[in-house]
């Protein structure tokens, strides 16, 4: 039997602007997670308050998103992170004895990094490892992208925050983490177990048990298409959800901003150089 994972903590990882999500995150995690799963919850906001079912509200503070993730990092005594966000929105249930097997492996391997999402960018190499069906593959790490990335991955916490520059916002971390790890080439793990927007297993499985699924519904602060099979399905919940469905399709439709303002729209290289010249012509 295997022991307690205390050294494990779920974190999702949130800006406060993105608080309009918080909700969805909420209601589609509880509907699909297993809290039975043997780690510690935390739901870290940077100022704001949140109320979110079987996690602790922690806080960051303001700042550039890699320096709020290294205070938030700093202050778990756990040592390895599953990492999330708050637009990743699950859409399948989990499986609870893939996570125990997953934890056990991380310590026993001292597995510096686990990706648990499927995506093209990613070149894997099989090996003979395999949990619940999924092989536990590795990255080929000259062949892909992204090495960096913050997708739902399991995080040495250590390795995590040496991954972490000062005042790197997350584009700036994912791309220049990226260069930093090919040319440190560590060894990077890869397991198919969600299927990010839905997409398909990319290494060579054997019937894997109770794949899960996840959908990023925002991009560039306002939802996208993803939304809307979550809209669809909070049609028949409670009042409450009924009331965040229509609030969702608002936003949606009107291509709203998370806290709820007018997207701005992009004038293209040739309306600014227009309007440049009528505005010195004379």
Request: a positive charge.
């Amino acid at each position: 039997m295997s022991e307690p994972h205390h050294n494990i903590a779920l974190l999702v990882h949130t800006c406060d602007r993105y608080e309009f999500l918080y909700p969805g995150f909420d209601i589609f995690f509880s509907r699909n997670w297993d809290f039975k799963i043997p780690c510690n919850y935390y739901f870290a906001t940077e100022v704001k308050d949140a109320t979110i079912s079987g996690f602790k509200n922690i806080k960051s503070g303001q700042g550039e998103w890699a320096d709020r993730l290294t205070t938030l990092l700093n202050s778990l005594e756990e040592e390895y992170i599953l990492y999330f966000q708050e637009d990743m929105w699950l859409s399948k249930p989990v499986n609870s004895d893939f996570f125990k097997q997953l934890f056990d492996y991380a310590k026993q391997h001292d597995c510096k990094q686990i990706k648990l999402h499927s995506a093209s960018v990613y070149k894997t190499l099989v090996t003979d490892q395999f949990m619940e069906g999924f092989n536990i593959a590795t990255i080929d790490n000259k062949a892909s992208d992204f090495l960096m990335s913050h997708q739902v991955t399991l995080w040495k916490k250590d390795f995590l925050l040496a991954q972490l520059y000062k005042k790197e916002h997350p584009w700036r971390n994912e791309r220049k983490g990226t260069r930093r790890l090919k040319k440190l080439n560590p060894l990077i793990h890869h397991v198919d177990y969600f299927a990010e927007n839905g997409a398909n297993e990319i290494n060579q499985n054997k019937k894997p048990v109770k794949r899960s699924e996840y959908f990023a519904v925002s991009f560039n602060s306002t939802l996208n298409d993803n939304v809307l099979c979550f809209i669809d399905e909070l049609k028949s919940g409670n009042a409450a959800e009924k009331k965040y469905g229509k609030d969702l399709q608002h936003h949606y439709d009107h291509e709203l901003t998370h806290d709820g303002k007018s997207r701005p729209k992009k004038t293209d290289l040739f309306k600014k150089f227009k309007t440049w010249f009528l505005k010195h012509k004379n």
